[in-house]
């Protein structure tokens, strides 16, 4: 998801020399502005992680806008020396930091940047504005946030259409008027002299516009309908000058060159020497003098090691001396899913050579002796995406064991947070020679095509000596932040459990699915016709346009938000309009039922495969910040089973032997019982102590009353509240949950705080931990970064702090069922059962048992689940069986 900066360079670069003292280095250059500017910049790095950045400057002191008058700016002082010197250097700095600069003749930073948000708005892609100019307010959108500093450029406070309106109660669009009214002395911009910005904003407040304030000067009294009157012109003048200029001549084509990829070390490391900026080398760790490699000087890879291609002719002993001594193998797929991706080659390092097959060899005869290498589970394999890697082998004939280490994997672990882990970005950020990226080899989307052998070749043993480089780095950042054996002895094995649960599969009966996908067709038609009746028309249910006309127009139904494109229809506003009319009880089944029938049944179908008469997941290790578990190709983890329809969709998953039965073991309220521990919560810990149901607990502690005067409301509102206590819910979350007032929700989470006071303890202490650490751990280490737990903006701040609370109890559970996997693959390898672990679905684990096994399983199962993490209270998993998976349900 693509996310822009866009920094008013004078603007800061202005802030940060009057903010910061005075500095110059050893040669005599002031260097404050830089210094100050560079700080702000690594801040914006760390918590925005951007995909786009630019810095505009203003070129030149004359501008379109000086053609309609002269003085604009006039009053500015000169600027000093001091800073005059730096902005070269600064534009330097910024070259070395990889981010795009640009100035344009006739326009002012602000026209640029204005420009450039005219575009994310069309482009519907995010983009935050920084400066110290409030004439940047106007820019505001449901895209565009305006970060302004303050306190020189060490804080900043960020605006969005709400909160102009909250601050102001304006639009962006009115901080024109407020301009136009007030002026701006700083650029000499008159406005209507006497009236400041208590008085235009009341004027605003009142007639909504400048041209609306001077056409009812006769509403305004005394003094102030004399100075309205007589500087009518200037207003109408100071409103065009504070109007940023949004049509600037910037090509198309100009947006893709402020793509951000990141710093280079040794390059950045050069400028701040120079600079003499001694702590920012120590604080970014960057190389010394000499070290590293310039992305520059990483251009051909034989400058570093010997590139061995291996074609027909090659000698099989000495590639059997080279596999003797890899150090690390990087193997090269196609394609999202593992189950359908091409196999395009590998590259391995052995001493100072890198060895690189294409497919044809790696399956041709001279390619024997790797494959019997790759089958060897006794020779230790390090790479990256080994888990995808062993899938796409499998289904391409070829056997895999083996992995030691995987860079992918620990890149994640390091810093669950970053969206991108390919090699080229990590090489980037480890400072090590740099990696072409794919789409610059291979092509991209529908221009994808495999290069010659030769460039091929290279490409693949750029990979495996960055992966050599990167390898000792990432086993040192492990082990300096605690994560090495949450790596080694989660994380690492269970990639090879769930490999080999893929490559099993779940059996699909494609007839249940055919019968039910009649059955919703049939039942989809009649909600269809009942909506034409409550409608009085036909008309397509399935477009916003057509239903918002028919719900807001036909049937006077109160609309709650309209788009662009006309009114919203989305599930929120529908769930909203489901009092007032019978058809939009209607349109949600139905919708539900289309979705259960195109993406379900219809979908699972597609995903059958043929050989095998099963589907097979793919899971990712690498996605979820909080360490769950994705399922992709199909999704296994989504299947709906609130509607009864949805539930019967399990109908299909059966066992892949006769006789054999699918067994389902989850996690009693995992979520709730590590929050019991982490809290040390009293209360918590003897409900799950003694077995009680935690529901009903928790509604005679909050309410105070006795077990048997719990109704069935009250343990629906300590449902709500444990659960959403989880979460960092607020009183507007559960009022909604609820159907209550905030008032009473708040209430409500009070009385909870008040009586499980170790878990107000608990949240309050770890938003502490996370503003001074910068991070949160779960019980086995897993860290989560939460840069914006310092934000000024209270939006990201308290979603930092609502993270900071969750993650701990959310990731701890995640790490529980994946330990659980790996001791229940161990178990069933030990005991030499036959029994197959399918399925990881939430806190849900499935197996499918064979008869004899079955009372075995029953009683192995919940015992290796509870024993995953030893907790200060019990940890219980529910089992059940059945001919298929919804009866084990």
């Known amino acids: 998801m693509e996310k822009w900066i866009l920094i008013d360079g004078n603007s800061i670069a202005y802030r940060a020399f009057f903010a910061m003292p005075p500095l110059t280095n050893s040669a005599g250059l002031h260097t404050n502005a830089v210094y100050g500017f560079t700080n702000m910049l690594l801040k914006l790095l760390e918590e925005e992680k951007p995909t786009h950045m630019l810095v505009a400057f203003d070129a030149g002191k004359v501008t379109f806008r000086h053609e309609g008058y002269e003085d604009y700016k006039g009053g500015r002082q000169k600027t000093p020396p001091e800073l005059s010197e730096q902005f070269p250097v600064l534009k330097e700095l910024l070259q070395s930091f990889g981010i795009a600069q640009f100035e344009l003749s006739g326009y002012e930073a602000d026209d640029i940047i204005g420009t450039l948000t005219k575009m994310a708005d069309e482009k519907q892609v995010q983009a935050v504005v920084v ?39 304006l639009t962006p669009n009115q901080i024109i008027d407020l301009k136009g009214l007030m002026g701006d002395t700083s650029d000499n911009i008159p406005g209507i002299p006497g009236v400041g910005e208590k008085t235009a904003l009341k004027m605003l407040h009142e007639f909504g516009s400048v041209e609306n304030v001077l056409a009812n000067t006769d ?4 003094k102030m309908k004399e100075k309205v009157e007589t500087h009518k012109e200037d207003a109408i003048m100071s409103k065009k000058l504070a109007t940023i200029f949004r049509e600037v001549p910037i090509e198309e084509g100009k947006v893709d060159e402020l793509a951000y990829n990141g710093y280079d070390k040794s390059q950045l490391a050069d400028s701040f020497r120079k600079l003499e900026f001694k702590s920012l080398i120590e604080r970014l760790d960057l190389p010394e003098a000499g070290a590293g490699a310039t992305r520059e000087a990483a251009v051909p890879a034989e400058a570093n090691y010997e590139l061995v291609i291996v074609d027909d002719a090659f000698s099989a002993d000495e590639l059997t001396e080279a596999l003797a001594g890899v150090d690390c193998v990087y193997i090269e797929t196609a394609g999202d899913n593992p189950h359908q991706a091409q196999l395009l080659g590998l590259a391995f390092t052995s001493s100072e050579k890198v060895y690189s097959l294409s497919y044809e060899a790696l399956t041709g005869t001279v390619g024997a002796p790797v494959r019997a290498w790759l089958a060897d589970e006794d020779a230790p394999k390090q790479g990256y995406d080994l888990h995808k890697a062993e899938l796409t082998l499998f289904w391409h004939g070829i056997e895999y064991r083996g992995t030691s280490f995987d860079v992918m994997l620990a890149a994640y672990l390091l810093d669950p947070t970053n969206t991108d882990q390919t090699l080229a970005f990590l090489a980037g950020k480890y400072g090590v020679p740099a990696v072409a990226s794919d789409e610059s080899v291979y092509g991209k989307g529908a221009k994808f095509k495999v290069p010659d052998v030769e460039v091929l070749a290279r490409h693949l043993a750029q990979k495996a000596d960055g992966l050599k480089r990167l390898i000792p780095l990432q086993y040192e950042e492990l082990e300096r932040t605690g994560m090495s054996k949450l790596y080694f002895e989660l994380e690492q094995p269970l990639s090879v459990v769930l490999a080999g649960m893929e490559k099993q599969g779940i059996k699909v009966n494609p007839d249940v699915l055919v019968d039910l996908g009649k059955e919703l067709e049939t039942n989809i038609e009649r909600y269809k016709s009942d909506i034409y009746t409550h409608a009085g028309m036909e008309f397509n249910i399935g477009s916003p346009k057509q239903l918002g006309e028919v719900l807001f127009e036909k049937l006077g139904l109160p609309a709650k938000k309209k788009t662009k494109t006309g009114y919203s229809t989305d599930a929120a506003v529908l769930e909203e309009l489901e009092p007032y009319h019978e058809i939009v009880r209607l349109i949600l089944h139905y919708r539900q039922l289309t979705k259960l029938q195109s993406t379900y049944v219809e979908g699972l179908l597609k995903e059958i495969n043929k050989d095998t008469g099963k589907v097979h997941t793919y899971y990712r290790q690498t996605i979820a910040a909080t360490g769950r578990l994705s399922s992709q190709f199909p999704n296994l983890q989504n299947i709906p089973i609130r509607m009864e329809e949805g539930r019967r969709i399990r109908k299909a998953f059966v066992p892949s032997e006769p006789g054999w039965y699918i067994l389902a073991a989850d996690y009693s309220q995992i979520e709730l019982r590590v929050l019991a521990q982490i809290s040390g919560d009293e209360r918590l810990k003897e409900a799950f102590i003694e077995d009680m149901d935690i529901h009903t607990k ?21 449902k709500a509240v444990n659960f959403g206590i989880v979460y960092g819910i607020s009183d507007f979350g559960l009022s909604n949950n609820l159907g209550i007032g905030r008032k009473e929700a708040a209430r409500f989470i009070e009385q909870y705080f008040e009586v499980f006071q170790g878990v107000r303890g608990y949240m309050d202490n770890i938003v502490m931990q996370a503003r001074r650490d910068g991070y949160v751990t779960t019980l086995l280490e897993r860290r989560r970064y939460l840069p914006e737990i310092k934000a000024s903006n209270f939006n990201l701040r308290s979603f930092a702090e609502r993270t900071a609370m969750n993650t701990p109890i959310q990731g701890t559970a995640a790490d529980i069922i994946k330990l659980a996997m790996v001791k229940m693959d161990e178990t069933l390898r030990e005991r030499g059962l036959k029994s197959r672990m399918l399925l990881q679905v939430h806190d849900e684990l499935v197996f499918e048992v064979p008869d004899d096994e079955l009372e075995t399983m029953k009683t192995l199962v919940p015992e290796v689940m509870a024993g995953a993490l030893q907790l200060n209270v019990p940890l219980k998993a529910d089992v059940n069986f059945g001919v298929d998976w919804y009866e084990a349900k």
């Open 698 to 718: 928790t509604a005679m502690d909050v309410f105070g009353v006795e077990a048997d005067q719990v109704d069935a409301n009250m343990r629906r509102q300590a």
């Open 219 to 222: 509403s305004l009294k005394g």
């Open 131 to 169: 400066s110290g100019d409030k004439d940047m307010l106007q820019l505001a959108s449901d895209h565009v946030t305006i970060a302004l500093t303050r306190k020189g450029v060490s804080e900043i406070e960020r605006y969005n259409p709400a909160e102009i309106h909250e601050k102001y109660g």
